[in-house]
């Protein structure tokens, strides 16, 4: 995915100001701000969620995009959610997701309605969603809210196996302390990004 002077702005304020990036294959990047700096607005631009004031937006391949705010149908199991998106994504089977809810401890919540999810569990279901049909690029805006200490190493864990396989992995969070997990680490200040130090060989 190449990124080039997307800019962005909300009637006069100016949220993007030109922002640049290149997303290889096989990495893990992480833009890191503090609430209110653009993080999600640049996230649903690169996901095709929201168009871009001025810049351009490539990428090739399937891409996954795990938004902030879970979408859910509360009404619909976990079960229900999986066979749903099987259809939409034209998928043989559901052995993908099964590998993925299995890492999550997601399993064992099949047939529960996703109304009577906590919020950490639903933040599984909509990141098995996004993974489900295996995507090259995967947009994730702050995935891992809601997990605790175990989920959130096995997340990461999950991370680490998608980069193995040559995946593109963007993560946008306001944790700053999970740089240490990424290829590369990025911050996004007053509209623009700011490169930081590779933290991964």
């Given at each position: 995915?190449?990124?080039?002077?997307?800019?962005?702005s909300y009637r006069r304020h100016e949220v993007l100001?030109?922002?640049?990036?290149?997303?290889?294959?096989?990495?893990?990047?992480?833009?890191?701000?503090?609430?209110g700096a653009g993080k999600s607005t640049?996230?649903?631009?690169?996901?095709?969620?929201l168009r871009p004031t001025r810049g351009t937006v490539r990428h090739t391949?399937?891409?996954?995009?795990?938004?902030q705010q879970v979408v859910l149908n509360n009404a619909l199991t976990v079960r229900q959610?999986?066979?749903?998106?099987?259809?939409?994504?034209?998928?043989?089977?559901?052995r993908r997701a099964q590998e993925v809810m299995d890492v999550l401890g997601l399993s064992a919540y099949r047939?529960?309605?996703?109304?009577?999810?906590?919020?950490?569990?639903r933040q599984k279901l909509s990141l098995t969603l996004a993974l489900m049909h295996d995507p090259q690029v995967l947009l994730l805006d702050e995935p891992y809210q809601g997990f605790d200490w175990e989920t959130y190493l096995?997340?990461?864990?999950?991370?680490?196996?998608?980069?193995?396989a040559g995946r593109t992995v963007l993560v946008v969070t306001h944790l700053?302390?999970?740089?240490?997990?990424?290829?590369?680490?990025?911050?996004?200040?007053?509209?623009?990004?700011?490169?930081?130090m590779t933290v991964a060989a």
């Amino acid at each position: 995915m190449e990124i080039r002077g997307v800019c962005h702005s909300y009637r006069r304020h100016e949220v993007l100001r030109g922002v640049d990036l290149r997303l290889a294959a096989g990495t893990v990047t992480g833009i890191v701000g503090e609430n209110g700096a653009g993080k999600s607005t640049l996230l649903k631009i690169l996901a095709g969620e929201l168009r871009p004031t001025r810049g351009t937006v490539r990428h090739t391949g399937r891409f996954g995009y795990c938004p902030q705010q879970v979408v859910l149908n509360n009404a619909l199991t976990v079960r229900q959610h999986l066979l749903f998106f099987q259809r939409a994504f034209a998928l043989p089977n559901l052995r993908r997701a099964q590998e993925v809810m299995d890492v999550l401890g997601l399993s064992a919540y099949r047939d529960e309605r996703a109304g009577v999810l906590s919020g950490g569990t639903r933040q599984k279901l909509s990141l098995t969603l996004a993974l489900m049909h295996d995507p090259q690029v995967l947009l994730l805006d702050e995935p891992y809210q809601g997990f605790d200490w175990e989920t959130y190493l096995r997340f990461w864990e999950l991370a680490g196996r998608l980069r193995d396989a040559g995946r593109t992995v963007l993560v946008v969070t306001h944790l700053a302390h999970d740089v240490e997990r990424l290829d590369e680490a990025w911050q996004l200040v007053d509209g623009r990004l700011r490169a930081g130090m590779t933290v991964a060989a």
